[in-house]
Nanobody, 123 residues
Framework: QVQLVESGGGLVQPGVSLRLSCAASGRTFSSGAMGWFRQAPGKEREFVAGITWKSGITYYADSVKGRFTVSRDIPKNTVYLQMNSLKPEDTAVYYC????????????????WGQGTQVTVSS
C-alpha cells in the first residue's frame, strides 16, 4: 500500500499561482503513474493531470492544459502540480493518486489516494 500526503493548498486570488506537493511512502513502485484529481462542491471527482513515474510522460485534462504542470522528483518520491493563472472554477479539493498502471489512474480508478488539500480561488 502506498501512502500519499498532499500539501500546498490554500486561499488565493484569481490569476495567481500555487504549487501542490504529494509525497509518497510505503510500498512505492518504480513504474506506474501518479497524478491529481479534484472535486468541487456538488460535482464529481475529475481527473486533472498525471505523469508516468519512469518516463515522465505527462497528460492533462483539457480544462487545465497550458495552465497546470505536473512533475515528479524521483529521489524524493514526490509529485508536484504547478497551477498558474488560477480561476475561481479551479476551486476544489485536490487529491493525489497513484497506481501501477497509468491507464487505470487516467480512468479514475487508482489504487491509492491522498487525503486531499483544499484550493480556493476567490477575490
Amino acid at each position: 500500500q502506498v501512502q500519499l500526503v498532499e500539501s500546498g493548498g490554500g486561499l488565493v486570488q484569481p490569476g495567481v499561482s500555487l504549487r501542490l506537493s504529494c509525497a509518497a511512502s510505503g510500498r512505492t513502485f518504480s513504474s506506474g503513474a501518479m497524478g491529481w484529481f479534484r472535486q468541487a462542491p456538488g460535482k464529481e471527482r475529475e481527473f486533472v493531470a498525471g505523469i508516468t513515474w519512469k518516463s515522465g510522460i505527462t497528460y492533462y485534462a483539457d480544462s487545465v492544459k497550458g495552465r497546470f504542470t505536473v512533475s515528479r522528483d524521483i529521489p524524493k518520491n514526490t509529485v508536484y502540480l504547478q497551477m498558474n493563472s488560477l480561476k475561481p472554477e479551479d476551486t476544489a479539493v485536490y487529491y493525489c493518486a497513484a497506481d501501477p498502471s497509468a491507464l487505470v489512474l487516467r480512468q479514475g480508478r487508482p489504487g491509492s489516494w491522498g487525503q486531499g488539500t483544499q484550493v480556493t480561488v476567490s477575490s
